[in-house]
């Protein structure tokens, strides 16, 4: 019997992807229909995620019949027209023509609210089953605000099973009226395959801070980039990177480089592999949101044995023991941030200790065979 997924979601998203691939390696669908939930520059495809010969056909992502450049901005120009009902309508369409077993909307805000589109009002007559994964903001953030309070009580009246990063988003969606099913912690990466322990080199060592140069919505990097003008004079001889930085970021930066001692520098747009090759040289990360979920940047640095100072409200009081194995901050704390980020510069024997404690935490609760366990009993009815 012909089981078929249809997923919502952001393609660009790495992410994404990795749920993508380690979903169709489980063999428990013929086919995933992926449709976007953000816009397809490059568009997830057969190649792009590694799939070969059987695994290549099982996906299908939905794309206008036009060219790659033409449905980028294709699908701007209708979201402006539409909104999100045409993309509702798709998805609609998707459903009768696939009959699929499953419908799953990964992350709530861009993908999720399609599924409150007037042309789902009726779905008590629905033979699928629908899945909700947060990404970590979906509640956190947006559960606390009025102007989110309605569509996310309408879509959780239509979700079946509910899944989290953070445990503490099941008392966010009780409160949203949320009764069903509640999956937490299940992680949007799946997990990491770590195949040594053995470090680099020792992170004491190490003469380098890498900082996630978020400034939007959620990021609050500004904040990082405070804190270590507070303790400038503890920071002698360490070169300070800064990944992924938006443009108030950036300037900041800039002006740091002309007006401050620090020795900081933005590391331009590379792959993810680059990134964690800047972690296995790093001393420190930093990364600082108002909300978050699991931070992948947060678990790379610890793959390579980097001290991690994470901001509350994510998921990392999972994995870091709170002034032991990486410091919990309160992202608007400059002052805290600046004590915790001196202490893990002068404390050798913390920051190696916790590497060694961190890679033996994340074999432990962030494996890979893990992960698609749990995607396998997700998927399984």
């Given at each position: 019997?012909?089981?078929?997924?249809?997923?919502?979601?952001?393609?660009?998203?790495?992410?994404?992807?990795?749920?993508?691939?380690?979903?169709?390696?489980?063999?428990?669908?013929?086919?995933?229909?992926?449709?976007?939930?953000?816009?397809p520059?490059?568009?997830?495809?057969s190649?792009?995620?590694g799939?070969?010969?059987?695994?290549?056909?099982?996906?299908?992502?939905?794309?206008?019949?036009?060219?790659?450049?033409?449905n980028?901005?294709?699908?701007?120009?209708?979201?402006?027209?539409?909104?999100?009902?045409?993309?509702?309508?798709?998805?609609?369409?998707?459903?009768?023509?696939?009959?699929?077993?499953?419908?799953?909307?990964?992350?709530?805000?861009?993908?999720?609210?399609i599924?409150n589109?007037?042309?789902f009002?009726?779905?008590?007559?629905?033979n699928?089953?629908?899945i909700?994964?947060?990404?970590?903001?979906d509640?956190?953030l947006?559960?606390?605000?009025?102007s989110?309070?309605?569509?996310?009580?309408?879509?959780?009246?239509?979700?079946?099973?509910?899944?989290?990063?953070?445990?503490?988003d099941?008392?966010?969606a009780r409160?949203?009226?949320?009764?069903?099913?509640?999956?937490a912690p299940l992680?949007?990466?799946?997990?990491?395959?770590i195949?040594?322990?053995?470090?680099?080199?020792?992170?004491?060592?190490?003469k380098?801070?890498?900082?996630k140069g978020?400034?939007?919505?959620?990021?609050?990097?500004?904040?990082?980039l405070?804190?270590?003008?507070?303790?400038?004079?503890?920071l002698?001889?360490?070169?300070?990177g800064?990944f992924?930085a938006?443009n108030?970021?950036q300037?900041?930066?800039?002006?740091?480089?002309?007006n401050?001692?620090?020795?900081?520098?933005?590391?331009?747009?590379t792959?993810?592999?680059?990134?964690?090759?800047?972690?296995?040289?790093?001393?420190?990360y930093?990364?600082?949101?108002?909300?978050?979920?699991?931070?992948?940047?947060?678990v790379?640095?610890?793959?390579?044995?980097?001290?991690?100072?994470?901001?509350?409200?994510?998921?990392?009081?999972?994995?870091?023991?709170?002034?032991?194995?990486?410091?919990?901050?309160?992202?608007w704390?400059?002052?805290g941030?600046?004590?915790?980020?001196?202490k893990?510069?002068k404390?050798?024997?913390?920051?190696?200790?916790?590497?060694?404690?961190n890679?033996?935490?994340?074999?432990?609760?962030?494996s890979?065979?893990?992960?698609?366990?749990?995607?396998?009993?997700?998927?399984?009815?």
């Amino acid at each position: 019997m012909k089981r078929i997924l249809i997923i919502v979601g952001m393609v660009e998203s790495s992410h994404f992807q990795k749920w993508i691939k380690a979903t169709i390696s489980t063999e428990l669908f013929s086919k995933v229909i992926v449709i976007p939930s953000d816009y397809p520059v490059n568009k997830i495809n057969s190649n792009g995620l590694g799939l070969e010969g059987k695994q290549r056909s099982q996906l299908k992502v939905f794309k206008l019949p036009i060219g790659s450049k033409l449905n980028n901005f294709t699908f701007r120009i209708l979201d402006l027209t539409f909104g999100l009902s045409w993309r509702a309508l798709i998805l609609f369409i998707s459903i009768k023509i696939y009959r699929p077993k499953i419908v799953h909307f990964q992350e709530l805000q861009h993908g999720g609210y399609i599924y409150n589109a007037k042309i789902f009002k009726s779905t008590r007559k629905r033979n699928y089953k629908v899945i909700c994964s947060t990404w970590g903001s979906d509640l956190i953030l947006y559960g606390k605000l009025i102007s989110h309070e309605l569509p996310l009580k309408q879509l959780l009246s239509k979700t079946d099973v509910l899944t989290a990063e953070r445990v503490d988003d099941g008392e966010i969606a009780r409160k949203l009226n949320y009764s069903k099913e509640f999956i937490a912690p299940l992680y949007i990466t799946v997990g990491a395959k770590i195949k040594s322990r053995i470090l680099s080199s020792k992170p004491s060592e190490r003469k380098m801070i890498l900082i996630k140069g978020y400034q939007d919505n959620h990021g609050r990097a500004l904040n990082a980039l405070a804190a270590l003008t507070l303790i400038e004079a503890h920071l002698t001889g360490y070169k300070i990177g800064v990944f992924s930085a938006s443009n108030a970021v950036q300037l900041q930066v800039e002006y740091l480089q002309n007006n401050t001692a620090l020795n900081i520098e933005i590391i331009k747009r590379t792959s993810n592999l680059e990134i964690k090759n800047y972690f296995s040289q790093s001393r420190i990360y930093i990364g600082l949101a108002i909300s978050d979920g699991l931070s992948t940047s947060m678990v790379e640095a610890m793959e390579q044995g980097t001290f991690p100072i994470q901001s509350a409200n994510s998921a990392a009081n999972l994995f870091i023991k709170n002034g032991s194995t990486g410091y919990i901050v309160d992202p608007w704390d400059i002052i805290g941030v600046a004590n915790c980020i001196e202490k893990a510069v002068k404390d050798d024997q913390m920051v190696d200790k916790a590497a060694i404690e961190n890679l033996n935490s994340l074999a432990e609760k962030y494996s890979y065979e893990t992960g698609l366990n749990q995607i396998k009993e997700l998927y399984k009815s």
